[in-house]
């Protein structure tokens, strides 16, 4: 695909009017969920000795649903994340060629804000962060730019299945590629004092930030160690392809005339998917006692059928019952979707670390998942607020300025065009 590279063209983000609502729900509901998977670690749950998580009131209920997390919360909502990314580089693609502008010039400088806001999300607030990989990854997309609708398919589906190879080397071999990264890892943690003992209560037991950096500093080793042993950039760069099949071929814009086939979708996910997500959320919660090359079969099989099963029944609710006010409540958060994501970590800082309120270490996952549902919910609400007034999120403002070099009016009732700065 050509683009002219005409200099008084204008180049800009998608308007309120070119939005695709459906789109926006499923953002809206991956939040939802990646908070709900996020919670644990940020409330310091995950991180407790055995004991430790025992000796808590709730013990017996936490592991209920620490179970049903794996079974229909663990790795579906960063799939579908992952899936409406690439749907979004082939909306800037398409965007671009009908303004007559550089998209691939403009999707990189995207890409390269995005890292940005990434290193220093993942530097500053949380070590969990997805966006330094989403970034570095997504500039890997226009290579796949001329392929053709099969040949996506091909290379995304091999994509997803390759770590199974992966895995089953690592087992059998006994070959380690991130065992260099676990020693940087705890080369930082004896140099702040960070040890096994107090790995789980360092961060509630933090007077200032400063110590709140330290562990974060580890942490991010500890991020690369668990893309590295979770295959996730084979993962996440095939999900991205699949997105970019749907968006290129404009999957979301006939959901009517699509419906046989999300239906099928949908059906085939959660009859196949359920019953094997079932299986995996075992083998999680036992520690993978198959071994790590069949436990990496289970999440093929079960993860990421329940997860476009979710999609699909997500988008034929849209399709079907367009005038529920539901539908507002996850749309919304889903327009800010990176403003929500930074959110969330502020909101874990605040509530779980010793800088904040200090809650962390000491409620059980009961509460947490709670607590994640209460932030979303506090982010819906928040999400619908700012945008009754206003044309963007406060960071999605300052990535679309940044990414086209322009100022964009932010109120709905000021000046929507942009000027150049």
């Known amino acids: 695909m050509a683009f002219a590279s005409v200099e008084n063209r204008v180049a800009g983000p998608?308007?309120?009017?070119?939005?695709?609502?459906?789109?926006?729900?499923?953002?809206?509901?991956?939040?939802?969920?990646?908070?709900?998977?996020?919670?644990?670690?940020?409330?310091?749950?995950?991180?407790?000795?055995?004991?430790?998580?025992?000796?808590?009131?709730?013990?017996?209920?936490?592991?209920?649903?620490?179970?049903?997390?794996?079974?229909?919360?663990?790795?579906?909502?960063?799939?579908?994340?992952?899936?409406?990314?690439?749907?979004?580089?082939?909306?800037?693609?398409?965007?671009?060629?009908?303004?007559?502008?550089?998209?691939?010039r403009i999707f990189y400088r995207r890409m390269a804000v995005l890292l940005l806001i990434g290193l220093l999300h993942l530097m500053f607030l949380w070590s969990g962060d997805i966006l330094v990989l989403y970034a570095l990854l997504g500039m890997l997309l226009p290579l796949f730019r001329n392929v053709?609708?099969?040949?996506?398919?091909?290379?995304?589906?091999?994509?997803?299945?390759?770590?199974?190879?992966?895995?089953?080397?690592?087992?059998?071999?006994?070959?380690?590629?991130?065992?260099?990264?676990?020693?940087?890892?705890?080369?930082?943690?004896?140099?702040?004092?960070?040890?096994?003992s107090n790995f789980a209560f360092w961060l509630r037991d933090a007077t200032h930030y400063g110590q709140t950096f330290e562990f974060l500093i580890q942490g991010a080793w500890v991020r690369v160690q668990e893309f590295i042993d979770g295959n996730r950039y084979f993962r996440v760069m095939g999900l991205f392809l699949l997105g970019f099949y749907i968006g290129r071929n404009r999957l979301y814009a006939d959901l009517a005339g699509r419906r046989r086939e999300l239906e099928?979708?949908?059906?085939?996910?959660?009859?196949?998917g359920l019953p094997l997500s079932c299986l995996y959320a075992w083998s999680a919660l036992h520690g993978r006692p198959w071994g790590t090359g069949l436990h990496s079969v289970l999440y093929l099989v079960s993860v990421f059928p329940l997860g476009f099963a979710y999609v699909a029944g997500a988008s034929l609710c849209c399709m079907r019952h367009p005038q529920w006010k539901i539908f507002r409540s996850f749309a919304a958060p889903g327009r800010m979707a990176l403003t929500n994501y930074i959110g969330q970590s502020v909101f874990g800082m605040g509530l779980f670390y010793g800088i904040g309120l200090g809650f962390g270490a000491e409620v059980g996952l009961v509460w947490v998942v709670l607590i994640a549902a209460g932030v979303w919910i506090v982010q819906s609400l928040f999400s619908r607020l700012w945008l009754a007034?206003?044309?963007?999120?406060?960071?999605?403002?300052?990535?679309?300025?940044?990414?086209?070099?322009?100022?964009?009016?932010?109120?709905?009732?000021?000046?929507?065009?942009?000027?150049?700065?």
């Open 148 to 196: 053709s609708n099969r040949g996506l398919l091909i290379w995304a589906f091999g994509l997803l299945s390759l770590p199974l190879a992966v895995d089953f080397f690592v087992e059998y071999s006994g070959f380690s590629p991130s065992a260099p990264f676990v020693e940087l890892q705890w080369r930082c943690c004896d140099r702040y004092g960070i040890t096994e």
């Open 264 to 272: 099928r979708l949908a059906r085939l996910g959660f009859v196949f």
């Open 14 to 104: 998608v308007g309120p009017s070119e939005r695709s609502v459906v789109l926006d729900v499923l953002r809206g509901l991956a939040l939802l969920g990646i908070a709900l998977a996020n919670f644990p670690e940020f409330s310091l749950y995950s991180f407790l000795p055995p004991e430790a998580a025992e000796a808590l009131p709730t013990a017996g209920f936490d592991r209920v649903v620490r179970y049903l997390q794996y079974l229909f919360v663990d790795g579906k909502f960063y799939t579908i994340f992952s899936l409406l990314f690439g749907v979004g580089f082939s909306i800037i693609l398409a965007n671009a060629a009908r303004r007559g502008v550089d998209g691939f």
């Open 389 to 421: 007034c206003c044309r963007f999120g406060p960071l999605e403002w300052l990535w679309r300025m940044l990414t086209y070099g322009k100022v964009f009016g932010l109120l709905k009732n000021g000046a929507d065009g942009a000027t150049d700065r």
